[in-house]
DNA sequence: CGTCTTTGACCGGCGC
DNA sequence: GCGCCGGTCAAAGACG
């Protein structure tokens, strides 16, 4: 746990106006990504190869395959981080139908709609014992694609335009602060998002995100202005080849798309099964944050 | 009264 | 098999 942030490989190295940033192997052999920007201060983790983009943006990947946010390393700090603001923005994960999610369970691939399957049905609750324990039996648990925020802030639970849920609360074993379990309040979503303090840097919040939402935002309900993590899904809006990143999105190429997205009007997204229906939509529409975090690379994988 | 938070208990996965 | 730990449930309480 604790990031791996000490970890540095050598490797590709990729530079933008702003940072270089230099692509490192996992400290496990894992099959994920990780990038440090040359000043250290910051680093992404990207299983799918997120466009990511080295200015002070907060984001990150986050590796489905654990359950953990261990595999969540980092990522660097936007001094501005609304915090002052009093909240942030949040961003919204995406799922990725087709990235067979978890190894198992190709099935589910997008868990939208109704499909209860983690959570009604769920695991960890109490189940009547009736059918539930079957299908827990034979599959895992299926886990949609995560990935996480790192953010200066002093408020834990950082505004991103959705209504959530707080479902949980646990202490995090080597960290003082205790991690807490949000939930969409729309009905139909099962957008989860995981907020915890750095045991490091108090200051930073990190915010994870589990699961696609399918719907509108509500409108910023309490006041929140969307912008940071917003400004990252749109940054995060154009594709690169998974495992590689030739080009990240330089403030020059998307001169305002920071701001440009806090008017997102989100598209709602039925809770349908993902079908890209179009290979070469001109701009990403209807897949709320998430979508337009996700690379149409990614989708495809 | 409806919504949201708190909190203890429970469950499943995983490592030993 | 056992224990640890992350994740979730759901009752109870707080709040507006």
């Not at 052999?29 to 000043?39: A, E, I, M, T």
């Not at 990235?99 to 049905?121: A, F, I, L, M, Y």
């Not at 919040?205 to 589990?210: A, C, G, S």
């Not at 399918?214 to 995060?236: K, M, Q």
Request: with cysteine.
């Amino acid at each position: 746990m604790e990031g791996n942030r000490e970890k540095s490989d050598p490797g590709a190295e990729f530079t933008s106006a702003s940072s270089c940033w230099t692509l490192g192997e996992p400290p496990d052999g894992d099959s994920v990504n990780y990038l440090f920007s040359s000043d250290r201060e910051s680093c992404i983790l990207s299983e799918f190869g997120w466009n990511l983009q080295p200015d002070n943006s907060s984001y990150f990947g986050a590796d489905e395959r654990s359950d953990l946010a261990e595999n969540v390393v980092s990522c660097g700090m936007p001094e501005n981080t609304s915090s002052s603001s009093g909240a942030l923005r949040g961003g919204s994960v995406n799922p990725v139908g087709s990235g067979d999610v978890s190894t198992s369970n190709p099935s589910v691939s997008s868990s939208s709609s109704e499909d209860p399957t983690e959570k009604s049905t769920g695991s960890g609750g109490k189940p009547p014992e009736i059918p539930n324990k079957a299908r827990k039996k034979g599959q895992k648990r299926i886990r949609q694609p995560r990935f996480a925020f790192m953010t200066k802030s002093e408020v834990d639970h950082l505004e991103d335009g959705y209504r959530w849920r707080k479902y949980g609360q646990k202490a995090v074993k080597n960290s003082p602060y205790p991690r807490s379990y949000y939930r969409c309040t729309n009905s139909k979503c099962t957008v989860k998002k995981r907020v915890e303090r750095s045991s490091e840097d108090p200051t930073i919040v990190i915010t994870t995100y589990e699961g696609q939402h399918c719907h509108h935002t509500v409108g910023f309900p309490r006041g929140g202005l969307i912008h940071h993590e917003a400004a990252f899904a749109g940054r995060l809006t154009h594709g690169i080849p998974p495992y590689y990143y030739p080009a990240f999105q330089m403030p020059q190429e998307t001169p305002s798309i920071t701001q440009s997205h806090q008017e997102f009007p989100v598209e709602p997204r039925e809770c349908q099964p993902r079908v890209l229906p179009d290979p070469t939509p001109p701009l990403p529409t209807d897949e709320g944050l998430l979508g337009d975090i996700v690379p149409p690379g990614m989708l495809n994988r």
